[in-house]
C-alpha cells in the first residue's frame, strides 16, 4: 500500500473505478521516482493485457506488519513491530506519532480510503470484469452480459433486454389481440384488416357500404386501422389509426418514430442516440474512450516509472534530492520522524520553545524563553538591541522605543533635544515679541517690533517742560502740567510752558 497525498479524496473514493489483474502500480520507491518494482508494469502504449493475477508480496508493498491485500482476493499477515506501533510511520509501517489504518483496517477492497492521518491509502484495484465501487470490487454491467441492466432497456440492448412482445421507445409493450379479428393492438400495430365493404367496429369486421369506395371518410370511422380506403401509401405504415412515415435518416438502431425499429446493434454494442455505441468494458485489453488508468488500470496501466493520479492521468513523480513533502502526482517523497516537520522537501527538526536552547528559526521575539537578551538590551523585531539614549531627553533610542517626550509645547530635535519657546534659551528664530519667556527685555528695555529697545525721556534729558514725546521704542512720554506763571503749554516745538504774551505761544 502507498502512502499518498490526501488529493480529492472524496472524489476519489466515490468514483474511482479501479479494475485490473491484480495491478497496483507501482511501489513506494516508484512513487518516489525510483526503479520498477516490477508490479503492474504496463506497456509504453498505456494498456496492458489481461491475464492471470500474480499476488503481492508485504515486501511489495513494503509493508512492515499488520495485514495487507494480496490483489488477488487474499489477506496477507505482515508481521509485528519490535518498536513503536504498527501505521505509526504509515500504514503497516513501524514508528510513532499518529497511527494509521490500513485497508484491512477498513474493510476497504479496492480503490482509495483515508488511512486517518490525512492521507490517502490505495487500495489496489479489482480483477478483470469487475469494477470498484465505494471500496468494494462489484461484477461490471455491460450490454451483453445477460444482465438486463437498469440503465438498459429493449432498445438500447435487446440482447440483454429483449421483448415477448414489441419493443416501443424503450419498453417493452405486449399486443391485445385475443378475440378481435382487425382494429389497433395497443402497441402501434393492427390486428388486422377488413376486406373491402366491411368495417372494422370494436374489433371486428362488419358490412360498410362506404368501406370500399375508394374514398376515405374518417367521419364515418374510417381510418388505416379500419377500413382498406385509407391504406397508407408509399413507405408510410399504420401506426395507431394514423399513416406514419418512419424516420431512420443517419440512425443505424432504435424506435423508427412509427413502432417499428431502424436496426439493431450487434453484441458487445449499445444504441445510443440512434448510434450504435461500443461498450466500455474493463479488461478487454483495449484502452477505450471513457477509459482511464484511474477507471481501468487493467486497460489503460501507466507506463513504468510513472503512477495514476486521483484525475486518471499518468504521472512521473519528482523526488530527486526530497525526503519529504508532495511528488507532483498526487503522492508523497516520504514522511518525516517524530520531532521533525517537512519544509521544502527536506526534514528538519521542529523548533520548540521552551527548551531552553536557541535554535535555529527561534529569537528573543519568538520564543523569549530560549532567547532572552542581555542586561541593559531590549528586543526589537527579534534581534537583541542596545537602546542609544547617553546625552538625549527626546527621540527614538534606536531600538523601536523612545528617549523620552517633551513636554510644555516644545518639540524634538535631531540632536535628541527639547527645544522651542520656554526652555530658557533665546534662539534663532525666537524674538521678544514671539517668545518673551526666553528672549524677554531686561534693564528697563521694552520689545518693540521684535527687539528690544531703550526707551528715551525727553521730559528729563530734552528740553520738553510739559506735554507728551515719542519715547523711540514705540511709546509715548508725559511731560506733566506747566506752573501758574505759565499756564500755557506750547507742544510744537519743544512742549514749552509760556503766557500769552510770550512769542512762543503766540505761534500756533
Request: aromatic share 2%; charged share 10%.
Amino acid at each position: 500500500m502507498r502512502r499518498l497525498v490526501l488529493v480529492g479524496f472524496a472524489v476519489a473514493l466515490t468514483t474511482l473505478l479501479v479494475s485490473s489483474s491484480c495491478t497496483f502500480g507501482s511501489s513506494l520507491d516508484t512513487l518516489k521516482g525510483g526503479g520498477d518494482s516490477g508490479v503492474g508494469a504496463a506497456p509504453s502504449d498505456g494498456g496492458q493485457e489481461a491475464g492471470p493475477c500474480v499476488p503481492r508480496t508485504c515486501a511489495d508493498a513494503l509493508a512492515e506488519c499488520g495485514k495487507i491485500l494480496d490483489g488477488c482476493g487474499k489477506t496477507l499477515e505482515c508481521g509485528s513491530c519490535l518498536a513503536g506501533e504498527c501505521g505509526g510511520a504509515g500504514p503497516n509501517r513501524c514508528g510513532t506519532g499518529c497511527v494509521s489504518s490500513s485497508c484491512v483496517d477498513l474493510g476497504v477492497e479496492c480503490g482509495v480510503a483515508n488511512d486517518g492521518c490525512g492521507f490517502a491509502l490505495d487500495c489496489g484495484g479489482c480483477l478483470a470484469g469487475s469494477v470498484c465501487a465505494n471500496g468494494s470490487c462489484m461484477a461490471q454491467q455491460s450490454c451483453g452480459d445477460g444482465t438486463c441492466h437498469s440503465d438498459e432497456n429493449c432498445e438500447s440492448c435487446p440482447s440483454d433486454c429483449a421483448c415477448s412482445g414489441v419493443c416501443q421507445q424503450g419498453s417493452c409493450c405486449t399486443p391485445a389481440c385475443d378475440g378481435k379479428a382487425c382494429g389497433a393492438n395497443g402497441c402501434g400495430g393492427t390486428c388486422g384488416s377488413c376486406p373491402s365493404g366491411q368495417l372494422c367496429s370494436a374489433g371486428s369486421c362488419i358490412a360498410a357500404s362506404s368501406c370500399g369506395n375508394s374514398t376515405c371518410e374518417p367521419g364515418l370511422g374510417e381510418n388505416c386501422a379500419t377500413c382498406v380506403d385509407c391504406a397508407c401509401s408509399g413507405s408510410a405504415t399504420c401506426y395507431n389509426g394514423q399513416c406514419c412515415s418512419p424516420s431512420c435518416g443517419g440512425k443505424q438502431c432504435g424506435s423508427n418514430g412509427c413502432g417499428g425499429s431502424c436496426g439493431t446493434c450487434q453484441s458487445g454494442f449499445s444504441c445510443q442516440g440512434g448510434q450504435c455505441v461500443q461498450n466500455i468494458v474493463c479488461g478487454n485489453a483495449s484502452c477505450q474512450s471513457g477509459e482511464d488508468c484511474s477507471t481501468c488500470a487493467a486497460d489503460c496501466g501507466c507506463p513504468s516509472g510513472q503512477v495514476c493520479t486521483s484525475a486518471g492521468q499518468c504521472c512521473a513523480p519528482s523526488c530527486a534530492g526530497k525526503q519529504c513533502g508532495p511528488n507532483g502526482c498526487g503522492g508523497s517523497c516520504g514522511s518525516c520522524q517524530q520531532g521533525y516537520s517537512c519544509s521544502s522537501g527536506q526534514c528538519v527538526q521542529n523548533v520548540e520553545c521552551g527548551n531552553s536552547s536557541c535554535q535555529s528559526g527561534e529569537n528573543c521575539s519568538s520564543c523569549p524563553a530560549d532567547c532572552p537578551c542581555g542586561s541593559g538590551q531590549t528586543c526589537n523585531s527579534g534581534a537583541c538591541c542596545t537602546k542609544q539614549c547617553a546625552g538625549k531627553a527626546c527621540g527614538p533610542d534606536g531600538c523601536g522605543g523612545s528617549c523620552g517626550s517633551c513636554t510644555g509645547g516644545l518639540t524634538c530635535n535631531a540632536s535628541g533635544q527639547c527645544v522651542g519657546c520656554g526652555d530658557g534659551t533665546c534662539s534663532g528664530s525666537e524674538s521678544c515679541q514671539s517668545c518673551p519667556a526666553d528672549c524677554g527685555c531686561g534693564g528697563g528695555a521694552t520689545c518693540h517690533l521684535g527687539a528690544c529697545c531703550q526707551p528715551d525721556d525727553p521730559c528729563l534729558y530734552g528740553s520738553y517742560q510739559c506735554g507728551g514725546a515719542p519715547d523711540g521704542c514705540g511709546g509715548w512720554v508725559t511731560c506733566g502740567d506747566c506752573p501758574w506763571q505759565a499756564p500755557l503749554c506750547h507742544e510744537y516745538p519743544g512742549g514749552s510752558c509760556c503766557t500769552d504774551g510770550q512769542m512762543v505761544c503766540q505761534i500756533r
